[in-house]
């Protein structure tokens, strides 16, 4: 591995399993001193002692701000520094529109939501010039599923969010940009991609053939991260296979969704 992020501070929320956990140890193994932030601290704390000594824990809630504010002091006292901030914690929650809780709808919105905005600002504000916020979106901000409104509609809340903050943090010499995963092979899509009946199908509409891993992602915000992004602000990559671009067609020249094509 390359030392391209040697002693710089960072912080990855949603740190304990999945992409998180893939972001935290993609930059550990190129130098970073990584505080790693989640809600599950026993999760966290199992996670982090496979890291070393450059990665150390902290718990709380994205929702919080003070949490937020102790995992960037974290940084601070760790690396000296917080150089990057990676908003990744997020949550989903499936069920039809008209059975969406009050209480169901406000917890997506403040982790997906606030939970980006309290890691952008918290971090931010302490950040010299240079720095860089990196924020986790989802392809469901631009192509919607049944039951996740919640879900879809906070993604596009962040999306929006990127771009108008990376108008305010311009002054200020901080970039901000944003990853937009499809289904990634990680615990919040298993109800997708081990479903022996779904699965198969709705790998059909990804051109690529596979679904997301972890690393895919990981990669995607290190480069986001590093300099050869450093004239990108306020954008959003799209990392889903091709999953998004259309529809593809199987081996036979069908429709991959069983639906007839163009007859005109």
């Given at each position: 591995?390359?030392?391209?992020?040697?002693?710089?501070?960072?912080?990855?929320?949603?740190?304990?399993?999945?992409?998180?956990?893939?972001?935290?140890?993609y930059f550990v193994a190129r130098g970073a001193l990584v505080v790693a932030f989640d809600l599950d601290g026993d999760l966290?704390?199992?996670?982090?002692?496979?890291?070393?000594?450059?990665?150390?824990?902290?718990?709380?809630?994205?929702?919080?701000?003070?949490?937020?504010?102790?995992?960037?002091?974290?940084?601070?006292?760790?690396?000296?520094?917080?150089?990057?901030?990676?908003?990744?914690?997020?949550?989903?929650?499936?069920?039809?529109?008209?059975?969406?809780?009050?209480?169901?709808?406000?917890?997506?919105?403040?982790?997906?939501?606030?939970?980006?905005?309290?890691?952008?600002?918290?971090?931010?504000?302490?950040?010299?010039?240079?720095?860089?916020?990196?924020?986790?979106?989802?392809?469901?901000?631009?192509?919607?599923?049944?039951?996740?409104?919640?879900?879809?509609?906070?993604?596009?809340?962040?999306?929006?969010?990127?771009?108008?903050?990376?108008?305010?943090?311009?002054?200020?010499?901080?970039?901000?940009?944003?990853?937009?995963?499809?289904?990634?092979?990680?615990?919040?899509?298993?109800?997708?991609?081990?479903?022996?009946?779904?699965?198969?199908?709705y790998l059909k509409k990804i051109p690529i053939g596979r679904f997301g891993e972890p690393d895919d992602i990981a990669g995607?915000?290190?480069?986001?991260?590093?300099?050869?992004?450093?004239?990108?602000?306020?954008?959003?990559?799209?990392?889903?296979?091709?999953?998004?671009?259309?529809?593809?067609?199987?081996?036979?020249?069908?429709?991959?969704?069983?639906?007839?094509?163009?007859?005109?």
């Amino acid at each position: 591995m390359s030392n391209e992020f040697e002693g710089q501070g960072v912080v990855v929320s949603g740190a304990a399993q999945g992409i998180g956990e893939a972001v935290a140890r993609y930059f550990v193994a190129r130098g970073a001193l990584v505080v790693a932030f989640d809600l599950d601290g026993d999760l966290l704390e199992r996670t982090t002692s496979s890291m070393g000594s450059d990665a150390v824990a902290v718990s709380g809630d994205v929702a919080v701000r003070a949490d937020v504010k102790r995992a960037v002091d974290a940084c601070l006292e760790h690396a000296g520094s917080i150089d990057i901030m990676v908003a990744h914690a997020g949550i989903a929650d499936v069920r039809p529109l008209l059975e969406v809780t009050d209480e169901q709808w406000r917890r997506v919105f403040a982790v997906n939501v606030d939970g980006v905005f309290l890691c952008t600002q918290e971090a931010a504000r302490v950040m010299r010039p240079g720095g860089r916020v990196v924020v986790t979106a989802s392809t469901n901000a631009i192509q919607v599923e049944e039951n996740l409104v919640a879900y879809s509609a906070s993604k596009g809340a962040v999306v929006t969010f990127v771009r108008a903050a990376a108008l305010d943090l311009a002054r200020h010499g901080v970039r901000i940009n944003a990853v937009a995963p499809g289904v990634v092979n990680t615990r919040i899509a298993r109800w997708v991609i081990e479903d022996p009946v779904l699965g198969p199908e709705y790998l059909k509409k990804i051109p690529i053939g596979r679904f997301g891993e972890p690393d895919d992602i990981a990669g995607a915000v290190g480069f986001l991260a590093g300099p050869a992004s450093s004239y990108m602000t306020g954008q959003t990559i799209i990392l889903d296979g091709g999953q998004t671009l259309g529809i593809p067609l199987d081996d036979d020249g069908n429709r991959s969704d069983n639906l007839p094509g163009d007859s005109s």
